[in-house]
């Protein structure tokens, strides 16, 4: 069975570019996280869905990020522009659960590493 | 104060060495606690749940005190294959999985 498929693996962008990132989970997972990961810390979470609604989009910074999965399944992220500090690797995540219950795995992309130049 | 923290790290150690990782929580309420491994340019994986009574996978243990809010993740006779970084994870019913900042674990030769 596929894992949680992510493209583009690496993307270089220059400073106010937008860019975007895809996301399929695995098949059956309703609960699909988007994380952002920074070198040597712990990945952060920007926004969680439960099939197609967005549950907690708190730390999601919505002057430049947006996130879709219109039709719940996949998932796209974007940022529009880009920034500086937005280099960062950014992770995927799916799991089983609905409304707070979850079986307490995740599963991770390879992630989506950007580089703002 | 950030939610859940961890030894700093690194941990260098040689072969066969027994090394113990700490992390703290905040969130008095957190229900479910997790280790996850993170290889070098990898995404994190599961590496066990942690459960009240303590728990054990072959050379790994796990502990939880609730009252402390304090987890632990024990690695007896370290092999070269365990380095990586370990997250200490938290997930509160309803919310999210919360992430510690890992720490990173060298088993030398």
């Known amino acids: 069975e596929a894992g949680v498929v992510q493209s583009p693996r690496y993307k270089i962008i220059e400073k106010k570019q937008p860019v975007a990132f895809w996301c399929n989970p695995i098949s059956g997972h309703n609960t699909l996280y988007w994380y952002l990961q920074n070198l040597g810390q712990g990945p952060e979470l920007l926004i969680r869905?439960?099939?197609?609604?967005?549950?907690?989009d708190s730390q999601l910074p919505k002057d430049r990020f947006s996130a879709e999965r219109l039709k719940g399944v996949d998932s796209t992220l974007k940022i529009q522009p880009a920034e500086l500090g937005d280099s960062a690797v950014y992770l995927c995540a799916s799991s089983l659960g609905y409304r707070g219950l979850n079986t307490g795995e995740l599963f991770f992309g390879e992630g989506s590493r950007l580089t703002v130049l | 104060r950030k939610e859940v923290e961890q030894d700093p790290g690194p941990f260098n150690v040689p072969e066969g060495a027994t090394v113990a990782f700490n992390c703290t929580y905040s969130n008095s309420a957190s229900q479910s606690f997790f280790w996850y491994r993170q290889d070098c340019r990898k995404e994190p994986k599961l590496l066990m749940s942690?459960?009240?009574s303590g728990n054990e996978d072959g050379r790994f243990t796990a502990q939880l005190n609730r009252a402390s809010q304090y987890i632990s993740l024990l690695i007896r006779d370290s092999k070269l294959s365990d380095s990586a970084t370990y997250l200490c994870?938290?997930?509160?019913?309803?919310?999210?999985?919360?992430f510690g900042p890992g720490t990173r674990l060298s088993v030398l030769p």
């Open positions: 869905y439960e099939n197609e609604e967005a549950v907690d």
């Open positions: 994870v938290v997930y509160n019913y309803g919310q999210n999985f919360v």
């Open positions: 942690v459960y009240s």
